[in-house]
């Protein structure tokens, strides 16, 4: 009780919001957890002691104040019931969370586009540094010891995985046709993103090795001179797409694609994928969003979700039927469904972890921090440049 009642002021609050807009910019970076924040700002107890406040029945009790809004004692009733969510905790920190992720949505992409080096520095200094924090709350046993090293090498395997971030595309002209073009490298960033630009119509061929310096197959793209098309693919687990085309100044062309893990779009696969992905979210040094893009479902999840918000638009408008939105709608609801179930059921075991394990579940939350550190080390994000001096300054600056 006396936790909730610190969180009355304004001033608490604000700061309050201000972690949570620090977790939303953490969850909008690939490999970068919100949880990991939440640990480092010291709110990360109250914040799974907060969301289990969320009980089931509360459920009922909403559609009961909706139902029966204009009787007083159900009224009363269902709002008594409601009050034992921590709405004060968790809105003020959703706040934050919400604003970050719909400003960083549009900053993000650019910056990991051109400062990569720089923005991984220095999310990879504050987790290092932070390491200590959990690792001073745990106990110095073998068993914690022990933990500690296996959640981190499972960790650091796991974020290792993705065969489309940070892959390295080798395009050399196709054998057998004419004007083709010069041969170049060049790497995906954290999404499996590549894009180029020719002088005029090229036939290439893209050799992939993923960030493991592991063969993943070739594929083919023809450039004309008003668009380019996929014409072949080879690559193993993946799919290969043209996302932009367009004629630059100079008659240039530019080709803008992407490698993406091939995913499922059953339902149960979309369930567990949310349940999952809000879980790892949770952890310290796991990436919700990385966890869909190992399981191929980054793509599926954020279309539909793009689909749903340009349908319902149409639906206003009268352009489009409910037909044609259903499709996306449900696969959006399977998902949130799974969020929900994920997010309610998992922290009680970590409540119930922190409550009778708490030594062990620091030395486990050590481990996935120093684990996930792997992950966003900057050095995998030169993309092929070299090195110098001054970028190596202001990285270790950062």
Not at 33 to 46: E, F, P, V
Not at 275 to 297: D, E, T
Not at 327 to 349: N, T
Request: hydrophobic share 50%; proline share 4%.
């Amino acid at each position: 009780m006396a936790e909730m009642e610190q969180y009355r002021s304004f001033r608490s609050l604000g700061v309050l919001a201000g972690t949570g807009a620090a977790m939303g910019v953490a969850d909008s970076l690939p490999g970068v957890s919100g949880g990991t924040i939440a640990l480092i700002s010291g709110i990360y107890d109250h914040l799974i002691r907060a969301i289990d406040s969320i009980k089931i029945h509360h459920a009922w009790s909403a559609l009961k104040l909706a139902v029966f809004f204009w009787n007083p004692s159900k009224r009363r009733e269902a709002l008594d019931e409601l009050g034992e969510i921590e709405w004060r905790f968790l809105l003020a920190l959703a706040c934050g969370i919400i604003t970050a992720l719909l400003v960083m949505v549009r900053v993000i992409p650019f910056v990991l586009e051109n400062y990569a080096f720089y923005a991984y520095a220095f999310f990879f200094g504050l987790i290092l540094v932070s390491i200590w924090m959990p690792f001073v709350m745990m106990k110095r046993r073998v068993p914690e010891f022990a933990l500690l090293l296996v959640c981190a090498a499972v960790v650091a395997y796991v974020v290792g995985l993705s065969r489309v971030g940070e892959a390295r595309i080798e395009f050399r002209p196709a054998p057998g046709t004419e004007a083709a073009g010069e041969s170049f490298d060049l790497y995906t960033d954290a999404k499996g993103k590549w894009k180029f630009t020719l002088p005029g119509p090229a036939v290439l061929e893209g050799t992939v090795t993923d960030a493991g310096g592991r063969p993943a197959g070739a594929f083919r793209v023809e450039v004309g001179p008003e668009s380019a098309a996929i014409t072949e693919n080879q690559t193993e687990g993946m799919g290969v797409e043209i996302r932009e085309f367009e004629r630059e100044a100079g008659n240039e062309l530019f080709v803008e694609g992407m490698l993406t893990a091939r995913g499922s779009s059953e339902l149960w696969v979309i369930f567990f994928s949310g349940a999952l992905a809000i879980c790892a979210m949770i952890l310290p040094g796991i990436s919700g969003a990385y966890i869909l893009v190992l399981l191929g479902q980054y793509r599926l999840v954020t279309a539909s979700v793009r689909d749903l918000v340009d349908g319902l638009v149409g639906l206003l408008k009268g352009s489009v039927s409910f037909a044609e939105v259903s499709g996306p709608l449900f696969i959006v609801l399977v998902f949130v469904v799974g969020i929900a179930v994920g997010l309610l059921s998992f922290v009680r075991v970590l409540k119930y972890l922190l409550q009778n394990y708490h030594s062990l579940t620091m030395a486990a939350l050590t481990g996935l921090m120093i684990g996930s550190l792997r992950g966003i080390w900057p050095g995998q994000h030169v993309h092929g440049e070299d090195l110098t001096s001054g970028m190596i300054s202001g990285a270790v600056g950062l």
